[in-house]
């Protein structure tokens, strides 16, 4: 079945730590990639998108994530986290149909 | 431009009731999608528009679920006889075009509770 694990349920890191959150998908074929962030009290908000080509993909407020075909994997990583990087991160996926599959999020809470 | 607007924001009601949810769309686009979040979960699809009609109604748990989007911009996801357990966040995305290579903006949700 299609699917998409995200590996860390809940993340504690102090200020200026880095950041990996894990994302593995069982798709076949060709597949788009996506995180989103939701932020206490706000709606999802995209953060970066994998379609084709290079395989490290940066988004916004110094995110980025590394696409491996082969790992079937799509990491979102920071160097230095913020306070103001708490929130609820989502890795999904979207193939060969029209819907997009989350996995089940990874909160991440920042110690100041 | 505004963002996708949903309608209203919390929704209360009781078992076996009936409750319609509203989706308002970023103007011009034509996909829109619904989805479910239950408390600790990511976004379940139910619902995907391609304009008018419904492209993939795959996600729909069952037939007390239905969506319309009669002019192909709002929409509307109605629930029959509501249970305990369809209570949730239900999300709605729009984009510009369907297929895989679209980003989907999301609203807000409408968070229902059922008692």
């Known amino acids: 079945a299609q699917s998409v694990s995200q590996h860390n349920h809940h993340v504690i890191l102090s200020e200026a730590a880095s950041l990996e959150l894990g994302c593995n998908y069982s798709y076949g074929g060709t597949v788009n990639l996506f995180w989103y962030v939701q932020y206490p009290g706000q709606h999802l908000q995209l953060l970066l998108k994998?379609?084709?080509?290079?395989?490290l993909v940066k988004g916004i407020k110094g995110f980025e994530a590394e696409f491996i075909k082969s790992k079937f994997s799509f990491n979102l990583r920071k160097p230095s986290v913020q306070w103001s990087d708490t929130a609820e991160y989502f890795c999904?996926?979207?193939?060969?149909?029209?819907?997009?599959?989350f996995g089940a999020g990874t909160r991440l809470t920042v110690k100041p | 431009g505004a963002g996708v607007s949903q309608t209203p924001s919390n929704k209360v009601t009781e078992k076996g009731k009936y409750v319609e949810l509203r989706c308002d769309p970023i103007s011009g686009h034509t996909a829109l999608y619904w989805y479910r979040q239950s408390l600790g979960q990511g976004p379940e699809f139910l619902i995907y528009?391609?304009?008018?009609?419904?492209a993939d109604d795959s996600g729909l748990p069952n037939d007390r679920f239905f969506a319309v989007r009669p002019e192909g911009s709002v929409s509307t996801l109605k629930i029959q006889r509501t249970e305990r357990g369809d209570s949730a966040v239900y999300l709605c995305?729009?984009?510009w075009g369907g297929g895989l290579y679209n980003e989907q903006f999301f609203g807000p949700g409408t968070r229902l509770t059922v008692l």
């Open positions: 528009f391609q304009g008018t009609g419904a």
């Open positions: 994998y379609f084709s080509g290079d395989p």
């Open positions: 999904a996926v979207t193939s060969n149909n029209n819907d997009m599959r």
């Open positions: 995305a729009s984009s």
